[in-house]
């Protein structure tokens, strides 16, 4: 398989653990306060932010 063909495949994985984090029984989960902010708040950014941060460091891991 092409070097492009592994990272649209890890890519596509990545996205569709995105779509299940996002989807809403885990979204029902968090509740309550963390350091003054809602739990789904912190969730939703959180998760938000690694994903960024997984799919930056695939992309950068499959440049090396």
């Known amino acids: 398989m092409r070097q492009g063909g592994k990272l649209r495949v890890r890519l596509t994985v990545l996205g569709g653990l995105g779509l299940t984090l996002f989807n809403y029984p885990l979204l029902g989960l968090p509740g309550g306060h963390l350091a003054g902010l809602p739990g789904a708040f912190v969730y939703l ?3 938000w932010a690694l994903l960024i941060g997984l799919a930056a460091w695939l ?3 499959e440049r090396a």
């Open 45 to 47: 950014f959180g998760i």
């Open 59 to 61: 992309a950068e891991r």
